[in-house]
């Protein structure tokens, strides 16, 4: 049994910071973060291995936003900072896939349900 749910999502500020988690049960190996903006295609934002040991940000968010998992567990955050208006998304929690196409949403075999971020100005 594969679930995946995240929190934390919600309306803010720019300049604002904001911490989401995705608490995962079942098998699920890799974990990421994908966000999808209105009218835009579904964006890898970052991803972390089974082990909480290798991370991977997009270079559209470094420096800005930090994925975290502790060792060994299915539970993972992502840490944002210095929120903009472009941040503004349906955020989605998305596990099991090849490190190797850690970045392709359609290789993802798991989906949560996602949370809203909202960054105004």
């Known amino acids: 049994q594969v679930q995946l749910a995240e929190s934390g999502g919600r309306s803010v500020q720019t300049g604002d910071s904001l911490r989401l988690s995705c608490v995962g049960s079942?098998?699920?190996?890799?974990m990421a973060w994908f966000r999808q903006a209105p009218g835009k295609e579904r964006e890898y934002v970052a991803a972390?291995?089974?082990?909480?040991?290798?991370?991977d940000v997009a270079d559209s968010v470094k420096g800005r936003f930090t994925i975290s998992r502790p060792a060994y567990t299915k539970t993972i955050h992502l840490q944002m900072t210095d929120l903009k208006p472009e941040d503004t998304a349906i955020y989605y929690c998305?596990?099991?896939?090849?490190?190797?196409?850690?970045?392709?949403?359609?290789?993802?075999?798991?989906w949560g349900q996602g949370t809203q971020v909202t960054v105004s100005s």
């Open positions: 998305a596990a099991n896939v090849n490190w190797q196409e850690k970045t392709l949403a359609a290789r993802y075999t798991y």
């Open positions: 079942g098998n699920l190996g890799a």
């Open positions: 972390v291995d089974w082990r909480g040991h290798t991370a």
